[in-house]
């Protein structure tokens, strides 16, 4: 069942992120709006845009969330993969999708120290 639905939500979120998904939206909006006037501007003519539109986006978040979900595992993996394979890397970095809000404003501040230091070394040479 999780393959299936990854799987799925993979190729609808390729697909919906294409320029023909774009034009289709387009283009059902377009036409939902030229039907204002058959339906006399009607609650129900505008009920029917946004149920539709929410019940689409309610879907979609789920669908997009896995695909993101998923490629983000990936490219943890793929990261932690490089500095394990470099000897000079600090391997405590892998893995940093765990640490606490405070522990990774912590790295942000060391980060932030280095890149001023190497800025300042450039600076000077």
Do not use: C
């Amino acid at each position: 069942m999780h393959e299936l639905f990854r799987k799925v939500a993979r190729r609808v979120s390729l697909a919906i992120g294409t320029p023909i998904a774009f034009v289709i939206a387009v283009l059902t909006i377009i036409a939902w709006s030229a039907m204002g006037p058959l339906f006399g501007y009607s609650d129900t003519w505008q009920l029917i845009i946004n149920t539709s539109t929410t019940i689409v986006t309610f879907l979609v978040v789920f669908l997009i969330q896995n695909t993101q979900n998923h490629d983000s595992r990936a490219l943890h993996l793929k990261l932690d993969e490089l500095l394990r394979s470099i000897k000079t890397a600090r391997n405590t970095m892998v893995d940093l999708e765990e640490l606490t809000d405070e522990e990774l404003a912590r790295l942000e501040a060391e980060f932030r120290r280095v890149r001023r230091q190497a800025t300042r070394t450039a600076v000077q040479s």
